[in-house]
């Protein structure tokens, strides 16, 4: 599951998505942009000085349409105005962007270039007509430092079966040697890896260390892999959940025996995307596997209102659990709503 924060907060309203290479410097009239994100591999981005990195970026822009209909009636013709909104997802030219950043000793960007000037951390951002997005994360070193190295969390997690994956980002540029306990790894051209491991029952901690050869300088990571087989790992039973707005229960039971399932109901306020209600009781049906991960899906269809999505999650130990979903509302004579929210959860 891939995971960029779990309580990041992210409107998608999907009626009409278009994508372009180049907005010109002004937006049709009838667009309104609303929310910008910068696009990138990873939440932290690893330069080493001189080093550049193009960023993309996709705009979220609404269109509203105002709409007359006329009634004829016997004595009088009467009307009424409505309005209609639809949610577009554009890229947008970088050079039609203000960018600035936290720290000029460390990175510079311009045009959506960004070049690794200094040892240290730095924050990206991007703006437009008062729209600014969220802070990308830098992080720049230099040939004379150990590299620099991100472990994709949660930096402990529970699985069920005897082997899974680890995964993360190494420094690129400085052919840095990628050690997992004792094991020599390999990782792609842009730092990007992921290892398979062998577990015991119980606890398996790991050592993720990248060292830079020229110096023998090195950083390193740890992580804590919990297997125990799914009948003893202690997740059956009632969970009471929160999202950023609402709480949320579930249980876990083995109706069939090998079979791991997930059964709740989830709140989700609309009215904050612009939606047209509160759905409540909105159905979770989700199955756990033996990597550890949960795979549901959330469903409600009542008076002309569907919701639909899915939800996932991980478990941290035999007592937490975290995750995220998304869900969309369909209405007649009202624009699809999606929304995407973290979770987390804590066995009663």
């Not at 372009?20 to 990873?42: C, K, N, Q, R």
């Not at 720290?103 to 951390?121: C, F, K, L, R, Y």
């Not at 109706?255 to 979770?284: H, N, R, S, W």
């Not at 007592?319 to 987390?344: D, I, M």
Request: hydrophobic share 40%.
């Amino acid at each position: 599951m891939s995971r960029i924060g779990f309580a990041t907060l992210l409107i998608l309203a999907l009626l009409a998505v278009g994508c372009v290479d180049d907005l010109g410097p002004e937006e049709p009239e009838d667009l309104t942009l609303v929310e910008l994100w910068l696009v990138a591999d990873s939440d932290t981005l690893l330069l080493l000085t001189g080093d550049t990195k193009t960023l993309s970026v996709e705009g979220i822009y609404v269109r509203t349409e105002e709409n007359t209909v006329t009634n004829v009636g016997v004595l009088a013709d009467t009307s009424f105005t409505f309005f209609t909104t639809d949610t577009v997802i554009r890229s947008v030219a970088r050079r039609d962007l203000e960018w600035t950043t936290s720290d000029e000793t460390v990175a510079q960007v311009n045009n959506g270039i960004v070049e690794g000037v200094g040892a240290g951390s730095a924050d990206i951002r991007a703006s437009r007509h008062e729209v600014a997005s969220q802070p990308l994360h830098l992080r720049v070193s230099t040939p004379q430092l150990s590299p620099e190295l991100i472990v994709d969390p949660p930096q402990t997690q529970l699985v069920f079966q005897d082997s899974t994956i680890i995964s993360g980002w190494v420094q690129t540029g400085l052919d840095a040697i990628l050690i997992i306990n004792d094991d020599t790894v390999s990782y792609a051209e842009n730092g990007r890896f992921l290892e398979t491991v062998s577990l015991d029952v119980g606890d398996n901690p790991f050592q993720i260390r990248a060292v830079n050869p020229d110096n023998g300088l090195s950083t390193t990571r740890t992580k804590l892999l919990l297997y125990y087989p799914i009948a003893t790992a202690g997740i059956i039973g009632h969970w009471e959940g929160e999202t950023l707005t609402r709480p949320f229960s579930f249980d876990i039971s083995e109706p069939l025996p090998g079979v791991y399932q997930m059964d709740g109901t989830l709140t989700v306020d609309f009215t904050i995307l612009g939606g047209p209600y509160v759905v409540q009781d909105i159905v979770i049906v989700g199955l756990i596997h033996p990597d550890g991960t949960i795979d549901a899906s959330l469903s409600k269809d009542v008076s002309g209102v569907t919701v639909s999505g899915t939800l996932e999650g991980i478990f941290l130990d035999s007592g937490t659990a975290q995750g995220s979903y998304t869900v969309s509302l369909t209405l007649e004579n009202w624009p699809t709503v999606s929304h995407t929210e973290g979770w987390t959860a804590e066995r009663q």
